[in-house]
């Protein structure tokens, strides 16, 4: 026997060993349990924009783009793309995805997809995103063109929002079924939806991409975070959402589950709505920003992971300036402007369940302090959704929410939240406008800068937000489960692996 034939076989066997391996690895998890916060509010991915319905429905459909583990922003049903103009950018389409039914996904079902999230009547709150976007032609067998309003630098970036659904499942069920029963092109397919319980999705095995190492996987509504933590160290649960960093601490300490975090572009913040009292008085929306202890809640209840931040994006973002800070802490003139302003406002702090509510108890004292009337209103997020979705008029006087784009540009953090006719709009002014339009209209990065400096200079100054903290994402898991988190706070399950 030759030293060379030895050698291979020696590899053959050692290949064999490892597949095995692999493949028992595989079958020791054949159904993978996930707890999230609440159920998901839709899973029609261009319906709504929020983290327990993208954790889902992202397993579902494929995008246009994606992003690498690294944030890089890497191909998915488009291969490649070329500018062909300022106005037009052509994508080529990859020709071996199946739809679950199927049926096989072409340029036509991307220019559908498209022209429905761009369609107002449509009314997706993620048009803001995409309204650049004048139109989507399917122009040839595996390409696809995008005319754009004109230059549109952020439009990668968004893109990778952008999920892939078919054109003929979505007109013959209409939209409130097709939600129901989502059909995509992703590595894990819809099997059932038990309302308020959780949403199950079995493998895509015919996945053109990476395959999922589960058969199953099964998301859970948990609301309770003790619960979420108890699940996972039961061994009910092999990966929770949303742990703070006390009951993450507690997970360590057991050993029966690990934490994995990661900072995230998400961010928390306080709406203030400047058009109805008590914060139609700019003296009382610059006591609310002294009032805030930031590096305190923080460190003193986050367990210093989030970081205090004053701009309406984060380090992870393109636009962010390190020299813009916020007011700082200051209780005392907090107290004094309050007092200036007739003292004892009566205000409501709207926050839904997603939100840490210890944060949002020490705002209420540290509003207190300073002399408001404060109270909490807590309620689920569908319905915290609704609240804050009703433009720069109707929104609540004061909200503490979280916002993240998932695109990691200022155009995709301010624009839904800053222009005029969005329905997050949370202020409606004409510079601001401007300058939004300016920054997503042109191609100079130092002009972009420019623009978004000004947009962050004029929040820090008029304050219609208060800026908190850069979040950290804290997941619970079971200890074989081998996944790094990400900014961008997606679940990808075939990026995922279970060594045991």
């Not at 032609?137 to 990668?156: D, I, K, Q, R």
């Not at 000004?454 to 219609?464: D, H, L």
Request: proline residues 7%; negative net charge.
């Amino acid at each position: 026997m030759t030293r060379l034939f030895k050698a291979r076989l020696l590899g053959a066997a050692f290949a064999l060993a490892a597949a095995l391996a692999s493949a028992g690895a595989a079958e020791a998890k054949d159904r993978f349990v996930v707890d999230l916060v609440n159920e998901p509010s839709t899973l029609d991915p261009q319906l709504q924009w929020n983290p327990d319905s993208y954790y889902v429905y992202r397993n579902i459909f494929d995008n246009l783009v994606t992003r690498d583990d690294q944030g890089a922003i890497v191909p998915q049903i488009a291969t490649s793309w070329k500018t062909l103009s300022d106005t037009q950018v052509e994508f080529q389409i990859r020709d071996d995805v199946t739809f679950h039914d199927g049926s096989k996904l072409t340029p036509g079902d991307v220019a559908f997809s498209v022209g429905r999230i761009i369609d107002p009547a449509f009314a997706s709150p993620q048009q803001g995103q995409f309204d650049k976007i004048v139109k989507a032609e399917a122009t040839g067998p595996h390409s696809v063109v995008l005319t754009l309003a004109g230059p549109y630098p952020a439009l990668l970036a968004q893109l990778v929002k952008l999920s892939i659904v078919p054109e003929h499942a979505v007109k013959a069920a209409g939209n409130d079924a097709f939600n129901l029963h989502p059909v995509g092109s992703g590595p894990y397919k819809f099997v059932e939806w038990q309302r308020g319980v959780a949403v199950t999705l079995a493998r895509n095995d015919a996945y053109w991409g990476q395959k999922g190492p589960f058969p199953t996987a099964v998301f859970r509504a948990v609301p309770d975070a003790a619960t979420r933590l108890a699940d996972v160290q039961a061994g009910t649960a092999d990966l929770v959402v949303s742990l703070d960093s006390d009951l993450a601490g507690q997970l360590e300490a057991s050993g029966r589950g690990k934490r994995l975090y990661s900072l995230t572009e998400r961010l928390a913040y306080l709406r203030l709505n400047p058009t109805k009292p008590p914060f139609d008085d700019p003296r009382l929306r610059q006591a609310v920003a002294y009032a805030i202890d930031k590096d305190g809640i923080t460190q003193g209840i986050l367990g210093g992971l989030d970081k205090p931040i004053g701009q309406m994006v984060t380090p992870a973002h393109f636009g962010w300036f390190g020299n813009i800070p916020g007011l700082p802490y200051d209780p005392d003139r907090a107290k004094a402007l309050v007092a200036e302003a007739g003292g004892s406002p009566k205000v409501q702090i709207a926050t839904g369940t997603f939100f840490d509510q210890r944060v949002v108890q020490a705002i209420q004292q540290e509003l207190a302090d300073a002399g408001f009337d404060a109270s909490i209103k807590l309620v689920d997020t569908p319905t915290f959704l609704k609240l804050i979705q009703q433009g720069a008029q109707g929104g609540p006087a004061l909200a503490v929410s979280r916002s993240s784009c998932a695109c990691q540009d200022a155009d995709g953090a301010l624009y839904q939240l800053f222009h005029s006719g969005n329905p997050w709009t949370i202020v409606e002014n004409k510079d601001l406008d401007s300058w939004l339009d300016d920054a997503r209209s042109t191609l100079d990065t130092d002009r972009r800068l420019i623009d978004y400096r000004k947009i962050s200079t004029f929040i820090a100054t008029e304050i219609p937000v208060v800026p908190l903290f850069q979040t950290v994402a804290i997941y619970g898991a079971a200890k074989p489960l081998q996944w790094t988190p990400t900014p961008n706070e997606s679940l990808f399950l075939n990026r995922m692996a279970w060594t045991e």
